[in-house]
């Protein structure tokens, strides 16, 4: 089993609907056995997934060795602010995003999400 799922997470496309039902297996796995693991996706192009949270941890807060600059998803036609941005200029797009990402602004919307 361990082989058929190894297989399938080289294959792994976030984009592709019918990776859905397996894939929190294969990051499972992932996380076991190879943390790091390069894809390339038809919908993306090359990518690495990171899947400890300590390694996630390590790449997000030293932006001079993994640098978030063109990581920006494939299919994104523009640029996306701080996905895409290293400090200072992700620092900035946080300051002005991070109001419409509290819990008090999304209950605004409650009713219309039901």
Known sequence: MAEDIAALLAGYDPFDPDHTGWKYDAFAHAREHCPVVHLDPPSTGPMTMITRYEDVRRV???PETFSSVGGSPTP???RLGPLDHDPPEHTEFRRLLNPVFTRQFALRFEPFMR
Request: charged share 35%.
């Open 60 to 62: 997000l807060e030293d």
């Open 76 to 78: 994104a036609p523009i």
